[in-house]
C-alpha cells in the first residue's frame, strides 16, 4: 500500500515542481518567519481545545499568549538554524525581503489575534476531534493520511487559515483541501459532517478581525476527488511535474518562492539533468 500524505497532495496541487524538490529529491524548504508565526498560532489553539475537550474550559487568553509567545521563540530559534542550512537555495531578493519581516510586529499581532479569537470564536466551538489523525483508502494501492485540525459537538469542520488580508469570498465545497477533510470525517465519524467552516484569523496592522466562509451539509464528489488523488500520483510515479502559475505571478517571484532558485535551474537543465543532479 502506498502512503500519500494529506500535506504532499496540497503541495502538488499548489505547485508540483515544489513536490519533486521537496519530497522526491529531500530539498528541504527554506523557512519564512511569517510560516513560522502561523505554526505557533496553530499549535497554541490546538492545545488550547484539547485543553478545552477534557475540561470544557481550556486556557485563558492569558495562558494561550504565554504558550504562543514561548513556542514562536522556539520556531524561530529552528528558523535560523533552518536558513543557514537552506541559503544556498535563496535570491538575495527573498533573503532581503525576510530581513524586513519585523518579528516583535508578528508577536504582537498574534497576541492581538489570541484575543479576537477567543472573543468571537472560541465560545462558539465545544471541541469533538482535535488533530485526529486520519487514514482512509485512496484507490488503487493508494491510502491517504493526515489530521484534521478541529471538529465540532455538531459535527461541523473547522479550518483555521492566518492572513495579513481579508481574503476573497470563496465557495468551500470547490476547496479540494477541504473535500479530503470531508472523506477523512466520514472515514472516522461513520457519517458526513453537518458542516464545514474556513475560519480565517485576518492580522491586519489595524485591528485583527475573523472573517468566516461556512456552509451546511456539505457535498462533494467522491468518485473525483479520489480520480484526482490518483491521477496526481500517477503524474508522480511518471515525474510529471510542471510549474503552473503564470510567470508574473508573486508566487514564482524572487521575493517569495523559496524555491525560486531551484526552478531556474530545472529550466536550464532539465528534468532528467536536474533529478540526475540532485539525487547524488
Known sequence: MKQVSFTQLMTYVRCPEHFLFR???GMK??????MKHGFALHETFAYHFDQKKQDSKGLKPSEAKEFFAEVFQSALEDYETEMEQGKSLLTKEYLAKEKETDVAELLV???KGIDVYFRQLNPKIRPDL?????TFPGGKGIEVIGRIDLTDKHNVIHELKTTRHTPPKQDVQTDPQVSIYQMAFENIKKRP??????DYLVLSKREPKIVQFAV?????????MLRNIAAIMEAVRHNVFYCLHPAE????????????????????????????????
Open 109 to 111: 499581532l498574534g497576541l
Open 23 to 25: 519530497y522526491v529529491l
Open 216 to 224: 451546511s451539509r456539505p457535498r462533494f464528489d467522491k468518485k473525483t
Open 130 to 134: 482535535v488533530e485526529e489523525a486520519f
Open 249 to 280: 505571478s508573486w508566487i514564482c517571484s524572487k521575493e517569495w518562492c523559496p524555491y525560486y532558485k531551484a526552478h531556474q535551474e530545472l529550466k536550464k537543465l532539465g528534468l532528467q539533468k536536474f533529478i540526475e543532479k540532485h539525487s547524488r
Open 193 to 198: 459532517p453537518a458542516g464545514i467552516s474556513k
Open 29 to 34: 524548504r527554506p523557512p519564512k518567519k511569517i
